[in-house]
């Protein structure tokens, strides 16, 4: 009997060796005309201005934006399976997953109401 996750594990072997690859292949194909404009950071096309030590102050905004992202793609990582296996679950696991969702929506309005999603 075959080991049912050597199918894995050679989807990962491919996937690794595509990754090396191509970086491999940028490296050598890739121009090799090296400036400093190339070798600065990249700035959005804007020139970069020197910040205050320490990195200068960043809006609260942007991280409860992070924030919000991460705690709705952890809601689709527990929606997922629950759609999966809907059928074998019952009405109780149908029950937890309303609750999920509601203490989530509640979330989401309270930022809402606060004004988390404006952007200035």
């Known amino acids: 009997m075959s080991n049912p996750y050597v199918p894995l594990l ?3 072997a ?3 060796g595509f990754a090396v690859f191509s970086v491999f292949a940028a490296a050598i194909s890739g121009p090799k005309r090296y400036n400093r404009a190339k070798l600065d950071a990249y700035e959005c096309g804007i020139e970069p201005t020197p910040q205050a030590i ?24 527990f929606l997922y399976p629950f759609a999966v296996a809907f059928n074998q679950l019952g009405l109780f696991a149908l029950v937890e997953m309303v609750l999920f969702i509601l203490t989530v929506f509640v979330a989401y309005a309270y930022v809402w109401r606060r004004g988390g999603l404006e952007w200035d």
């Open 10 to 12: 050679f989807l990962l």
């Open 54 to 77: 320490g990195g200068g102050r960043v809006p609260i905004k942007y991280y409860l934006t992070a924030m919000l992202f991460i705690i709705f793609d952890i809601e689709s990582v």
């Open 14 to 16: 491919i996937g690794g």
